[in-house]
């Protein structure tokens, strides 16, 4: 009914950059609110970044002046652009939607080496 499909994790050094993106199909209602969250080796998951289709957003405090989210909503599609990386950032990072109901992805392995 909705998937979310993921894209753009991998291994990069630590200061580097990565850009997620995360493309939503299926029954999107006009108004919802995407996002981010993660979650690392013997951790919790965790929220990085949400923002709804009137572009309000909201960052965890570890993140930001890092990452940076955004969306195209004509294309279903939330980024998340991930500057200055660190190894604490090393993670799964899911992407989910919030409408009617709560959906997840499957989630992009982000390692940032030291």
């Known amino acids: 009914q909705v998937q979310l499909v993921e894209s753009g994790g991998g291994l990069v050094q630590a200061g580097g950059s990565l850009r997620l993106s995360c493309a939503a199909s299926?029954?999107?209602?006009?108004?919802?609110?995407m996002g981010w969250y993660r979650q690392g080796p013997g951790k919790q998951r965790e929220l990085v970044a949400t923002m709804d289709t009137g572009g309000n957003s909201n960052y965890a405090d570890s993140v930001k002046g890092r990452f940076t989210i955004s969306r195209d909503n004509a294309k279903n599609t939330v980024y998340l652009q991930m500057n200055s990386l660190k190894p604490e950032d090393t993670a799964v990072y899911y992407c989910?939607?919030?409408?009617?109901?709560?959906?997840w992805g499957q989630g992009t392995q982000v390692t940032v080496s030291s």
């Open positions: 299926g029954s999107i209602s006009s108004i919802n609110t």
């Open positions: 989910k939607l919030w409408q009617f109901g709560e959906y």
